[in-house]
């Protein structure tokens, strides 16, 4: 039934991302096993009915040994995407083997490299999402601009954020997570186009969730999480290596899973309930942003704002709202933030879960559970019932790759002087009678 819920996890849903690259004809099909099912039907729109191809999550630019991409159900119906060997789309997973090893470019001018025994799958619930199943994987390439835009990985133990230039991941196969930042620079201060406001702090472009709120990660950050979701914090070089670390770990589950499996069910019940707790909350959020929106429409045709509240606002008061509108607004905005933090939230506590289920599901049996109240098989129902809900909250809409727009021929190469106003141009007076 743990299949189930790594269907959940891999369930197929339109692609959106960066554009592909194009695949490298010389590596077609070498060490490469391509795990999927039949294609769509022989229906097609006409051509000119058909919207452009859908857009690669990541692309193989470098691979040995043994290397295993499968594909979700989505892919496998789009005709001609499960064929592309070289291209992964939303739902698709890779593996690599014993002696595997491979290198995605993700976008972003950025790239991560799988080490042998590492799965990791290409996320279904929102854009430049991945999911580290187990192993070990390294994101490099040019630091990310823009404080919105950042990698999230999905992990066994947290939710981790990468805005670049480099950082390692490590999954062991009892579920212990390891975070190496080898380098990822606070934003420096950001001075307000009024000058007489104070420039913005620093902001962390890498940041973790593993609990309540997201924490900071800056240059030579360690940060392991172990299968009891405790959090433990160092310094690069204070402890074992990443190798060492992971032959430990997984030293550690062999000689001990009892032990692995007794701190997994004295927290997952608790997780079931956050994640059941969360998508009724963001559900209920939604339904009342939607009033507000109404409430807001309507207001604005209205043109009435509350003139009593306006007549009594003072200088000492100034953030209270003066009007309706402003309240209605206040509102809104403080909702759709919290429903942001839920939203990520949710996607960690139910990976947590998920994921931890996947890693010991062979040392499971009905004794092991007796404390969550619930058998191997029900939990795994239970855990693909709330990833069902979750996947209809957040699936990725479909996203296509466009042609550039077209631009006049000499249009890049004119100058423009913008210093020198442009004349007026006098009309002429109207003809005398």
Same mark, same amino acid.
């Given at each position: 039934?743990?299949?189930?819920?790594?269907?959940?996890?891999?369930?197929?849903?339109?692609?959106?991302?960066?554009?592909?690259?194009?695949?490298?004809?010389?590596?077609?099909?070498?060490?490469?096993?391509? /795990?999927?099912?039949?294609?769509?039907?022989?229906?097609?729109?006409?051509?000119?009915?058909?919207?452009?191809?859908?857009?690669?999550?990541?692309?193989?630019?470098?691979?040995?040994?043994?290397?295993?991409?499968?594909?979700?159900?989505?892919?496998?119906?789009?005709?001609?995407?499960?064929?592309?060997?070289?291209?992964?789309?939303?739902?698709?997973?890779?593996?690599?083997?014993?002696?595997?090893?491979?290198?995605?470019?993700?976008?972003?001018?950025?790239?991560?490299?799988?080490?042998?025994?590492?799965?990791?799958?290409?996320?279904?619930?929102?854009?430049?999402?991945?999911?580290?199943?187990?192993?070990?994987?390294?994101?490099?390439?040019?630091?990310?601009?823009?404080?919105?835009?950042?990698?999230?990985?999905?992990?066994?133990?947290?939710?981790?954020?990468?805005?670049?230039?480099?950082? =390692?991941?490590?999954?062991?196969?009892?579920?212990?997570?390891?975070?190496?930042?080898?380098?990822?620079?606070?934003?420096?201060?950001?001075?307000?186009?009024?000058?007489?406001?104070?420039?913005?702090?620093?902001?962390?472009?890498?940041?973790?969730?593993?609990?309540? $709120?997201?924490?900071?990660?800056?240059?030579?950050?360690?940060?392991?999480?172990?299968?009891?979701?405790?959090?433990?914090?160092?310094?690069?070089? =204070?402890?074992?290596?990443?190798?060492?670390?992971?032959?430990?770990?997984?030293?550690?589950?062999?000689?001990?899973?009892?032990?692995?499996?007794?701190?997994? /069910?004295?927290?997952?019940?608790?997780?079931?309930?956050?994640?059941? /707790?969360?998508?009724?909350?963001?559900?209920?959020?939604?339904?009342?942003?939607?009033?507000?929106?109404?409430?807001?429409?309507?207001?604005?045709?209205?043109?009435?704002?509350?003139?009593?509240?306006?007549?009594?606002?003072?200088?000492?008061?100034?953030?209270?709202?003066?009007?309706?509108?402003?309240?209605?607004?206040?509102?809104?905005?403080?909702?759709?933030?919290?429903?942001?933090?839920?939203?990520?939230?949710?996607?960690?506590?139910?990976?947590?879960?998920?994921?931890?289920?996947?890693?010991? $599901?062979?040392?499971?049996?009905?004794?092991?559970?007796?404390?969550?109240?619930?058998?191997?098989?029900?939990?795994?129902?239970?855990?693909?019932?709330?990833?069902?809900?979750?996947?209809?909250?957040?699936?990725?809409?479909?996203?296509?790759?466009?042609?550039?727009?077209?631009?006049?021929?000499?249009?890049?190469?004119?100058?423009?002087?913008?210093? /020198?106003?442009?004349?007026?141009?006098?009309?002429?007076?109207?003809?005398?009678?």
């Amino acid at each position: 039934m743990v299949t189930a819920v790594v269907a959940v996890l891999a369930v197929g849903c339109d692609s959106c991302g960066p554009q592909p690259a194009k695949p490298d004809t010389a590596q077609a099909g070498k060490s490469t096993k391509i /795990a999927q099912g039949g294609v769509a039907g022989d229906h097609q729109k006409t051509v000119h009915d058909a919207p452009p191809p859908l857009a690669a999550e990541a692309t193989i630019v470098k691979r040995a040994g043994e290397v295993v991409v499968s594909r979700s159900e989505q892919t496998r119906k789009m005709p001609g995407m499960a064929e592309q060997e070289a291209s992964l789309f939303v739902g698709d997973s890779i593996a690599t083997g014993a002696d595997g090893s491979v290198t995605l470019d993700i976008g972003f001018d950025t790239r991560i490299a799988l080490e042998p025994s590492s799965r990791l799958s290409i996320g279904i619930h929102r854009p430049f999402e991945l999911v580290l199943h187990v192993g070990r994987a390294t994101l490099s390439g040019s630091p990310i601009k823009g404080i919105t835009k950042r990698f999230m990985v999905l992990t066994p133990g947290a939710l981790v954020f990468y805005a670049g230039p480099r950082m =390692e991941i490590a999954v062991a196969p009892g579920g212990d997570v390891r975070v190496d930042v080898s380098e990822c620079p606070m934003t420096p201060p950001i001075q307000p186009a009024d000058r007489s406001l104070p420039p913005r702090p620093p902001r962390a472009r890498c940041t973790i969730l593993s609990g309540e $709120e997201q924490e900071d990660l800056d240059t030579g950050d360690s940060i392991v999480i172990d299968q009891a979701l405790s959090v433990t914090r160092s310094k690069l070089g =204070e402890g074992a290596d990443l190798d060492a670390w992971m032959v430990e770990r997984a030293e550690s589950l062999e000689k001990d899973p009892a032990a692995r499996v007794a701190r997994f /069910a004295g927290w997952i019940g608790a997780a079931l309930e956050d994640v059941r /707790a969360s998508i009724d909350d963001i559900k209920k959020r939604r339904e009342r942003n939607k009033v507000l929106i109404k409430t807001l429409r309507d207001l604005r045709k209205a043109g009435k704002p509350d003139a009593s509240k306006a007549a009594s606002k003072t200088s000492e008061d100034l953030d209270v709202p003066t009007s309706e509108i402003d309240e209605v607004k206040k509102e809104l905005t403080e909702n759709s933030s919290t429903q942001y933090k839920l939203r990520h939230r949710l996607l960690m506590r139910w990976s947590q879960a998920s994921l931890h289920l996947q890693l010991l $599901e062979p040392h499971l049996d009905d004794e092991s559970l007796t404390s969550v109240g619930k058998t191997p098989v029900e939990l795994a129902q239970a855990l693909e019932g709330l990833g069902e809900e979750i996947h209809g909250l957040f699936s990725r809409k479909p996203a296509h790759r466009k042609s550039p727009k077209f631009t006049p021929k000499n249009f890049l190469k004119q100058e423009m002087d913008i210093a /020198a106003p442009k004349r007026r141009i006098e009309k002429a007076p109207p003809p005398q009678p």
